[in-house]
């Protein structure tokens, strides 16, 4: 068993997407972070994309299957 301990960061910087790899990275990062409406959201599977929902109503993309590699490969394809 393990406890997630989240450890929010202010992001004083706009970037052109954000990848989440977790619903807890997004727990975290909205917690201190807003982001434009029309910066795209890539999420790593269906419960990330379902709680990055809760926070923003911000274009969300998700991998087609769980895993870094086919995340990466939707972000790279997403902005070719």
Same mark, same amino acid.
């Given at each position: 068993?393990?406890?997630?301990?989240?450890?929010?960061?202010?992001?004083?910087?706009?970037?052109?997407?954000?990848?989440?790899?977790?619903? %807890?990275?997004?727990?975290?990062?909205? =917690? /201190?972070?807003?982001?434009?409406?029309?910066?795209?959201?890539?999420? $790593?599977?269906?419960?990330?994309?379902?709680?990055?929902?809760?926070? %923003?109503?911000?274009?969300?993309?998700? =991998? /087609?299957?769980?895993?870094?590699?086919?995340?990466?490969?939707?972000? $790279?394809?997403?902005?070719?």
């Amino acid at each position: 068993m393990y406890k997630t301990i989240l450890i929010p960061q202010y992001i004083d910087k706009d970037y052109n997407g954000i990848m989440f790899f977790s619903p %807890s990275a997004a727990h975290s990062y909205f =917690s /201190e972070n807003t982001i434009p409406v029309d910066v795209p959201l890539f999420s $790593i599977g269906n419960t990330t994309t379902a709680t990055i929902k809760t926070y %923003s109503t911000n274009p969300i993309l998700t =991998s /087609e299957w769980p895993g870094q590699e086919s995340l990466l490969n939707l972000v $790279i394809n997403y902005f070719a």
